[in-house]
């Protein structure tokens, strides 16, 4: 089946993330855009997740949980999970390898935990947006421990992106996808970078805004709408060469 698919999306717990970014708010706008599977994607955490997929679920819309992991080299990397329990499992994982610096939400936003219903149910203390102390040649291997599948997010922006940061991806990274922007441009990308040909890209919308978010237009195609078929898709892709 084809599905419209936005896998990297941010609530109200990342601290750049908008308060109107609920769980419940980000579900039933991406159901009114079109779309028919998102991931929850916050920076480090997966602690909104299990609230996403329940409203969700409410409606009709399959959530996938997710994070985008800052690695140690301050790269993105979108990671996506099968269940709410594994996501909450890597969720501990990379808070505890995290800077114990606490976010002060006068500056950098509030980092806000809902229940389905958009009641908050508390807030996460450190600053979320720091780099974790997983570096980029180990996230593949990392995130599959937990049963996800990962890809480096945002590959064409000028920063907090593998191509900026580290100035290519390389086969040992063992990534078999990339994200790009919807800005992007993907024949000069692959033209500077030949290790693109023929991989898996896709498109998200990075919304940290209601109004980010994009009307239903990149497509997937899967056995059946569901977190776990997209993990097994991403699992069966080649790895980059
Ligand atoms: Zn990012
Ligand atoms: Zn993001």
Do not use: W
Not at 85 to 114: C, H, W
Not at 166 to 182: N, P, Q, R, W
């Amino acid at each position: 089946m084809k599905l419209y698919y936005d896998f990297h999306t941010h609530s109200c717990l990342s601290p750049c993330g908008d308060n109107d970014m609920t769980p419940y708010n980000l579900v039933n706008m991406a159901k009114l855009l079109g779309l028919d599977i998102i991931a929850l994607t916050d920076h480090n955490t997966c602690e909104n997740c299990a609230s996403a997929i329940k409203a969700g679920e409410q409606i009709g819309l399959t959530v996938i949980p997710g994070m985008e992991l800052c690695t140690s080299e301050e790269v993105h990397v979108v990671c996506l999970f099968p269940d709410a329990e594994s996501a909450k499992s890597f969720s501990d994982y990379v808070l505890s390898t995290m800077p114990p610096v606490k976010n002060r939400p006068e500056i950098f936003g509030e980092q806000l935990i809902m229940d389905e219903c958009d009641n908050v149910i508390g807030s996460q203390e450190k600053l979320l947006t720091l780099a974790s102390s997983i570096s980029i040649s180990d996230v593949v291997s990392t995130v599959e421990n937990y049963g996800g599948v990962c890809y480096p997010a945002h590959i064409d922006r000028s920063s907090y992106s593998v191509l900026s940061n580290l100035g290519l991806i390389t086969e040992d990274m063992g990534f078999s996808a990339v994200e790009i922007t919807a800005e992007a441009d993907r024949e000069a990308l692959t033209a500077m970078h030949p290790i693109l040909e023929g991989t898996a890209i896709f498109v998200d919308s990075d919304a940290h805004y209601l109004e980010n978010m994009k009307d239903a237009e990149n497509i997937i195609e899967l056995p059946e709408n569901s977190a776990n078929a997209v993990i097994e898709y991403i699992k069966s892709l080649p790895k980059m060469k």
